[in-house]
């Protein structure tokens, strides 16, 4: 099946388009056929449309909504220029699947979309106001391109943490304003830590639940999960993205008395505060530069930048403390795993996050560690470590097409 996996941002959309099958699944022989970006819809939108095995094409357009985006991408696979051999036509895209961010306590796995499910996904807006609305917006443009008759699924990014135990997921906030507004700890990045979890047992070739991992997804943002007996039981993102680890432009774990003196002293409503810890604190916040870890990484090196040093080193640091205190948490792991951007790509970062889990029995090999980027995965510690180190790029993409053809299939998704 040709599913087109589709990830909607308010005025963005990222596409894959990806053959898969229940047998390919089993095989590890999924094909990626095309995939690519289209951001500033709105406005003059930049387009990048990218077939496997060609050069990316870019381009520019007007393009007033998603739905427009839709058609774009699904007009140009169908196309000569393209080359995909195996999409002619619209009747070639068999299944669509959606990257929806915010499922809340009712999503527990991907679902095909009905009408009942997309009224719960609404009903999940309040819990994230920024993301479901686009996300609604991507299936509703779908629907109207490809029809309603075509199979559409949901993939939350909330699911595999719904395995959370209470004494995980619960803040000591007041019982009943969970009780009357779900107000606890869902996690996010949930498709991610799953599938590198579910990479790290195939290349152990051990069973689910034998998997003892800490995953750290590191990106633009970040989050650590503590994966025992492969279930997630702890993650460090809660009611929205903003809780836990430093990141490119939050803050990560604070005081929550601080928003209220940040208001006082800086005039600020509680929205204002809010804006600031989400998008102008982090590593941007402390270094006064940049979000980018590539930058600041150049600048601590190059010119010697403290603040820019000193953000590496906080966030490495809340990194370190979220591994030592998952260790706790699950009665000890057998590997943490590496990936997002940062996660994948940063040498220097996963030294700095190693250096002082020696006594845990991490031992890095700075070989394997230098040799693991760019896509690549494998084992970076050494092999008598006792918590070994795996960097394990993370697909969120082809787990959304491989859930949507269990969706559509009828097969039990492997969570
Ligand atoms: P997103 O969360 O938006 O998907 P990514 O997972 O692509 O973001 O991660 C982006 C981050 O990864 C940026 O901070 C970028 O600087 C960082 N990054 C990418 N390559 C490298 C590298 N070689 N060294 C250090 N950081 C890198």
């Not at 099946?1 to 095989?27: P, R, W």
């Not at 999924?30 to 406005?43: H, K, P, Q, S, T």
């Not at 739905?67 to 999409?87: K, N, P, Q, Y």
Request: charged residues 25%.
């Amino acid at each position: 099946m040709n599913i087109l996996v589709l990830n909607c941002g308010s005025s963005s959309v990222k596409f894959q388009l990806i053959a898969t099958d229940v047998e390919l699944i089993a095989q590890n022989a999924d094909r990626r056929l095309a995939r690519g970006v289209i951001e500033r819809i709105g406005g003059e939108a930049i387009i990048t449309l990218h077939a496997e095995g060609r050069e990316a094409q870019r381009s520019t357009a007007p393009l007033r909504d998603t739905r427009a985006a839709v058609e774009l991408i699904i007009r140009w696979a169908c196309s000569e220029t393209s080359g995909i051999d195996t999409v002619k036509s619209v009747a070639d895209v068999h299944a669509i699947g959606h990257r929806v961010v915010h499922g809340g306590e009712r999503f527990t796995h991907s679902v095909l979309i009905t009408d009942e499910v997309l009224r719960g996904i609404e009903d999940c807006i309040d819990l994230a106001p920024l993301h479901n609305p686009a996300n609604i917006k991507g299936i509703t443009a779908a629907r109207e391109v490809f029809g309603v008759g075509l199979p559409q699924a949901a993939v939350f990014d909330t699911a595999f943490h719904q395995t959370l135990p209470d004494r995980a997921y619960l803040y000591a906030l007041p019982y009943q304003l969970y009780r009357r507004h779900r107000i606890r700890r869902y996690g996010f990045h949930g498709t991610s830590h799953r599938y590198v979890a579910y990479r790290y047992r195939q290349l152990r070739n051990i069973a689910r639940d034998e998997t003892n991992v800490i995953t750290l997804h590191l990106g633009n943002g970040c989050s650590a999960a503590a994966i025992r007996r492969g279930d997630s039981i702890d993650t460090s993102m809660g009611l929205t993205p903003l809780e836990g680890l430093v990141m490119g432009t939050r803050s990560g774990d604070l005081d929550p008395a601080i928003i209220d003196f940040i208001a006082a002293k800086e005039g600020l409503s509680a929205q204002e505060v809010e804006t600031l810890l989400n998008k102008q604190s982090g590593l941007i916040g402390i270094s006064g530069l940049t979000n980018d870890m590539r930058e600041l990484l150049a600048e601590a090196r190059e010119h010697d930048d403290r603040r820019a040093r000193l953000a590496v080193e906080i966030f490495c640091y809340r990194v370190r403390k979220y591994i030592g205190a998952y260790l706790a948490a699950m009665n000890g792991a057998d590997a943490i795993i590496f990936t997002g951007g940062i996660g994948e790509n940063s040498v220097e970062v996963r030294a700095l996050i190693c250096d002082g889990l020696q006594w845990l029995g991490l031992e890095l090999d700075e070989e394997r560690n230098a040799a693991q980027r760019e896509g690549r995965e494998g084992i970076i510690s050494h092999d008598n470590s006792r918590l070994a180190a795996y960097v394990i790029p993370t697909d969120e993409e082809l787990l959304i097409a491989r859930d949507t053809v269990r969706c559509v299939r009828g097969v039990p998704q492997r969570f």
